[in-house]
């Protein structure tokens, strides 16, 4: 072998170690990221059966003892924002008095 014939094949030697690396983490990365979405998949799915987490029920009882859902309240807070809103404006308004003279 002559002198460009080592070159070429050592060249090619490194090319095909980097292109095994490469190939390595590829695999790496797929393995890592299907196991975090197999846990992620499984721990959602025991979540709803255990009903834990987010899909724990939500009853919280009032003064009461009715069951109000988050809409209600929310309603409700919004309804009574309003009302203080528009009596604060009634208050601000000045009172005109008519005097008939007759």
């Known amino acids: 072998m002559n002198g460009k ?3 070429a094949e050592k060249e090619a030697e490194k090319y095909q170690s ?5 190939e390595a983490t ?11 979405l197999v846990g992620t998949v499984g721990g959602v ?17 009032n003064e009461g003892g ?10 409700k807070e919004v309804k009574s924002k309003k009302s203080h809103k528009k ?3 009634e208050k601000l308004m000045p ?3 008519v005097v008939d003279q007759a």
Do not use: H, P
């Open 18 to 22: 980097d292109v095994r690396t490469e």
């Open 66 to 75: 009715q069951c109000q859902s988050d809409k209600t309240l929310f309603k």
């Open 87 to 89: 009596l604060a404006k």
């Open 95 to 97: 009172v005109f008095n």
């Open 5 to 7: 014939e080592e070159i």
């Open 26 to 36: 590829n695999t790496g990365i797929w393995v890592l990221v299907s196991l975090v």
């Open 45 to 61: 799915a025991i979540c709803k059966c255990k009903k834990t987490c987010c899909f724990a029920d939500k009853d919280e009882m």
